[in-house]
C-alpha cells in the first residue's frame, strides 16, 4: 500500500516564504505530484517530480529526494489567494500509476 | 474547451435510492478516474478507466459502477446509496498514466444521501 503524511496546516504571512513538507511509504514510486485546491473548487495540478532535485515554476519549487521518501513544496513571496489546501500525492504500480493523495495541508496567508 | 464536465453539482438522495454522477471529457483524453474527497481528508480513487472498454477498481470501489463505452464519457453509479457515500466527488481525465501527467479535474458533484 501507499501513504503520505503531510502537515494539515500552515499558517504564513503575505510575501513570505513557506515550505510544506510530504513524507511517503509506497510499495511502487513513480513520481510525487503537488495539487492545489481552493474551498469549494476543483484540484489544480502545481508540479510533478520524478527525479531528485528541485522543480521551478514560477514561484512554486518543488523538491523531491527519493532515498528519504520526502518531498517539499516551496511557495515564494506568498500572495492571500494562495490560500488553499496542497495536496501531496505519489504515483503507484498500478496500470494507470493511479496516484495516492495526502490528507492535505491547509495554508492560510495573513495580510 | 469545456475540459471535464461532471453533472448533476448538487444533488440529495434517499438511502437506498441509485443514481448516476454524469462526467464528459473534451480533451481525448484516454485516462479518466472518479475519486471521491471527505471532509479534511485527501482524494480516494474509486474506479478508473485507461481507455473505452477498460474500466479497475481504485481504493474504494465498494457500491460504485463505471462503464467507458466512449472515450469522452465516463459515468459513476451509485447503485444503493447508502449516508456513507455523502461526499465530493470529483471526475478526472488525463493524456497517460496520471503520474507523470498533468490530471484535469471537473468542478465535484456534492452528493448527501439522508
Known amino acids: 500500500g501507499q501513504s503520505l503524511e503531510q502537515p494539515s496546516e500552515v499558517t504564513a504571512v503575505e510575501g513570505a516564504i513557506v515550505q510544506i513538507n510530504c513524507t511517503y511509504q509506497?510499495?511502487?514510486?513513480?513520481?510525487l505530484s503537488w495539487y492545489q485546491q481552493h474551498d469549494g473548487g476543483a484540484p489544480t495540478f502545481l508540479s510533478y517530480n520524478a527525479l531528485d532535485g528541485l522543480e521551478e515554476t514560477g514561484r512554486f519549487s518543488s523538491f523531491l529526494s527519493r532515498s528519504d521518501s520526502y518531498g517539499y513544496l516551496l511557495l515564494q513571496e506568498l500572495q492571500m489567494k494562495d490560500s488553499a489546501s496542497y495536496f501531496c500525492a505519489v504515483g503507484g504500480s498500478g496500470s494507470a500509476r493511479q496516484l495516492t493523495f495526502g490528507s492535505g495541508t491547509q495554508l492560510t496567508v495573513l495580510p | 474547451n469545456a475540459g471535464v464536465t461532471q453533472t448533476p453539482k448538487f444533488q440529495v438522495l434517499k438511502t437506498g435510492q441509485s443514481m448516476t454522477l454524469q462526467c464528459a471529457q473534451d480533451?481525448?483524453?484516454?485516462?479518466m478516474s472518479w475519486y471521491r474527497q471527505d471532509p479534511g481528508m485527501g482524494l480516494r480513487l474509486i474506479h478508473y478507466?485507461?481507455?473505452?472498454?477498460?474500466?479497475d477498481q481504485g481504493e474504494v470501489p465498494n457500491g460504485y459502477n463505471v462503464s467507458r463505452s466512449t472515450t469522452e464519457d465516463f459515468p459513476l453509479r451509485l447503485l444503493s446509496a447508502a449516508p456513507s457515500q455523502t461526499s465530493v466527488y470529483f471526475c478526472?481525465?488525463?493524456?497517460?498514466?496520471?503520474?507523470?501527467?498533468?490530471?484535469?479535474f471537473g468542478e465535484g458533484s456534492w452528493l448527501t444521501v439522508v
Open positions: 509506497t510499495s511502487g514510486f513513480y513520481g
Open positions: 478526472a481525465s488525463s493524456r497517460g498514466k496520471t503520474s507523470g501527467n498533468t490530471i484535469y
Open positions: 478507466s485507461v481507455g473505452a472498454g477498460i474500466t
Open positions: 480533451m481525448n483524453h484516454e485516462y
